[in-house]
């Protein structure tokens, strides 16, 4: 068993590893090369600092697990052992090899997030010294043409805004983001949308999302003045106003009330999150 | 001889439902990723459609959005394939519009007579 950085493969090679080591999972969020490409790119990912388990003599990936980088921090992500790669200790070498490339880029703090149920994976993470933060949500809406009018009878004013200005939005919010959300992540992506909503009791609120031909996507709302539900609510309900045969998802949000303004507009809760962080 | 589209990506799941589906006058038709099955499901227009919901261009669930947006497919039972827990599968194919749910792995006994069941919905 042999550790190799992830970039001794090609793209092909580790979207196949990738692939096969969640086939039998819960959530197996498949990918294409493109859809891999694009992970590592937005996300940051090092591939230089990722690792692959490898079986020279079979010749055969074990498993493999990539590290994103930012200042002052990295992330684990993707980690998986491919069914033959199991009870080998290859989950653990990985991990090992990550913090040891996390440790070389002297980044003080490794964040992670494991899908909720999925014992093992959270076990393994406890054992090396990760402690479990916070809960997140991954939500789905279903296309959907009936808004609440209610909830658009409270606005005021609604102001369309660019991506520049959804960048401006971004960088300006209370809570600490997950990495998917950061404001790194949103430097990467191209065409966000943002629309700031003023509601007539004084709420204020605004979303940002990436609209495509198919699906709303990268979704946050933030509530700045108000009611966390009743302006997330006013808020989400114009952006489906304006987007309505669009498949709807939001990922790795946490907060009661936002939540509650989600679930107002449809949106159902389709997997949760786990995040976990170790000090090094 | 009913038409079945089968969207899966996993190259184990697509040959088990081949095998189980041997014995049975079905014409199979299958496609590894979603953009190929909603072309596939345009041009044959299947009698049954069973997709997973774990795909690698695009997931499941946009595939059913999609395919339940073009009225020629409004007919069309589309069933979700997944590992996902019984009740958050169901609740995942109802909110989306399917028919129903098979959970992965299949049982190879029931699912012949799932198969059929959705079919014959799409008959009555």
């Not at chain 1, 498993?63 to 653990?92: A, E, K, Q």
């Not at chain 1, 990985?94 to 909720?116: D, N, R, S």
């Not at chain 1, 952006?239 to 507009?265: L, P, S, T, Y």
């Not at chain 2, 596939?40 to 339940?68: F, N, S």
């Amino acid at each position: 068993m042999e550790l190799i950085p992830a970039d001794q493969f090609k793209a092909e090679e580790l979207t196949e590893a990738y692939n096969q080591t969640r086939m039998d999972y819960l959530v197996p969020m498949p990918m294409n090369v493109a859809r891999f490409q694009e992970y590592v790119r937005v996300y940051n990912v090092d591939l230089g600092c990722s690792c692959v388990v490898y079986d020279r003599e079979a010749e055969l990936i074990l498993g493999l697990g990539m590290l994103g980088v930012r200042p002052d921090r990295g992330w684990i992500t993707r980690l998986g052992v491919l069914p033959y790669g199991r009870r080998l200790g290859t989950g653990s070498a990985l991990v090992t090899g990550l913090m040891a490339q996390a440790e070389k880029k002297k980044l003080p703090t490794i964040w992670l997030e494991v899908i909720k149920g999925n014992t093992p994976a959270q076990q393994l993470f406890l054992k090396f010294g990760f402690q479990e933060v916070r809960e997140l949500i991954v939500a789905r809406r279903p296309p959907n043409p009936e808004i609440n009018q209610a909830a658009l009878d409270k606005i005021k004013r609604v102001t369309s805004l660019n991506h520049e200005d959804a960048v401006i939005l971004l960088a300006h919010r209370k809570e600490r983001p997950n990495w998917l959300n950061e404001d790194e992540t949103f430097h990467n992506v191209r065409n966000l949308s943002a629309l700031l909503v003023e509601l007539h009791n004084g709420g204020r609120g605004w979303v940002t999302y990436h609209a495509g031909l198919l699906q709303l996507t990268r979704i946050v709302v933030e509530v700045t003045v108000g009611d966390e539900a009743e302006v997330a609510e006013s808020v989400l309900s114009v952006m489906h106003q304006r987007h309505k045969r669009q498949d709807a998802i939001a990922e790795n949000f946490c907060g009661a009330g936002v939540w509650e303004g989600f679930q107002r507009v449809g949106y159902f809760e389709s997997f949760g999150r786990i995040e976990m962080k170790k000090e090094l | 001889m009913p038409t079945i589209l089968q969207i899966e990506d996993n190259y184990a799941n697509k040959l088990l439902v081949e095998r189980v589906l041997e014995p049975y006058q079905y014409r199979l038709l299958h496609a590894s990723d979603g953009e190929t099955g909603v072309s596939l499901a345009l041009e044959e227009k299947p009698d049954l459609i069973l997709v997973d919901m774990g795909l690698p261009d695009v997931d499941g669930q946009t595939v059913v959005t999609l395919l339940r947006q073009i009225p020629d497919m409004q007919a069309i039972p589309i069933v979700a394939v997944t590992a996902w827990p019984p009740d958050k599968a169901m609740e995942m194919a109802e909110r989306y519009g399917c028919d129903g749910c098979i959970t992965k792995p299949i049982d190879i006994r029931a699912f012949p007579g799932q198969v059929a069941a959705y079919l014959e919905k799409r008959s009555a």
